[in-house]
């Protein structure tokens, strides 16, 4: 007999997970991976999930570290290896060390990527993977009196190069090893280079695969979303108490550098859960840390000051009839229920959401964006924004009343119900003159 719950849960999982399929198709995540993730004993399942990212169409480019295993190469070999400024100093002796640890590593992860065993997840993947002299390196040089050596920093990365693999459906992957003009190899961080390479590409994603979970606040709770500026504060609040710390910052502040020069989201994960990728990516809440790109910067909830901004944003679409009117003494009354994208001083995007807590239920209300800002997603923010509110407030029903704008919210999952569906305050005051469309949608 077939146990009917699990296949219950298997399909309702199938399908929440449907819209990130869609989404996530064609687009490019640059994932960076420490050695310590390559050592680990769940490595195999990371691989797993990494390839099924590309048979969904994710265009991939994995960055990878080898900083235990060049500790014990050097070891191995009988050479010191010294630290500064959190950096390796790699003295000209050590290079060939460094080059057979990456090299090996970078051979480790090639052959996991090209299993095709029958009954496993890696059957007929077919994962074809490219490296090369994708990075431009330049030496570090000479820090308070002391030479690096071997030690670079990323000068350039050849995003065309890199690209033109990607549109043949290959996976590229990238060591931490850069080479210079003169002909030389340095040892680069592993971190810098999936940074700038995902600024190069223009990522949608740069993922972070780490040792701890993600950011934490002063109890110990995971921070599931910060923007730039909420990054930022965190730095300068959270103190380097330990090991994780530090690399938790460093993450960070990679991330949020990220997302301003352009990278739309950047991921802060566990590598010690397992499908941590695949519960982040395709699932509403994640298991990680969300920093957001620019579309975020700025997003707050309004304040008295915004309502000369709102009512010159809206005052157009209520011409129009898009918007329902609405007086200054009323936005005042309603200003605590609105959320604002503020740009330069400007309010280029506002929502609004009203709680009916006894039906669990929420009205989304006043979405409206800057014409300037319609094609970069700022309505898509303000919709994920109003959803977590919602789902902090334990919300489970959204709904929202249109005349000109249904297919929008059609398309974001919203289904058009009867009147009847509406909490009973709201059915009181429904105007029949305007003839809204009511749609509804459902919050996991």
Known sequence: MPNNKINSDHVDWFRASAPYIHTHRGSTFVILFGGEAVDHPRFAHLIHDIALLGSLGVRLVLVHGARPQIQKQLQKLGLDSKFSDELRVTPAENMPGVEQAVGQVRMAIEAQLSMGLPNTPMAGAAVR????????????????????????NVRN?????????????????????????????????????????AIALQADKLIFIMENNGVTDEDDKLLQQLNITQAEQWQKNHGQKNENDRMT??????????????VTRAHMISQNIDGALLLELYSRDGVGTLVSADNYEGLRTATIDDIGGIMELISPLEEQGVLVKRSREQLELDIHNFTVIERDSMIIACAALFLFPEEKSAELACLAVHPDYQQQGRGNDLMEHIEWQSRKQHITELFTLTTQTTHWFLERGFNEVPLEKLPMEKQSLYNYQRKSKILHNTLA
């Open 129 to 152: 993977v490219v490296s090369g002299n994708f990075i431009t390196a330049q030496p570090y040089g000479i820090h308070n009196g002391i030479d690096f050596g071997q030690t670079g």
């Open 157 to 197: 990365v050849d995003a065309k190069a890199i690209n033109d693999q990607l549109e043949h459906n290959n996976v590229v992957l990238v060591s931490p090893v850069g080479y210079s003009l003169t002909g030389e190899t340095f040892n680069l961080r592993a971190e810098d280079v999936a940074t700038k390479t």
């Open 249 to 262: 910052q460093s993450h960070l502040n990679n991330a949020a550098h990220a997302c301003r020069k352009g």
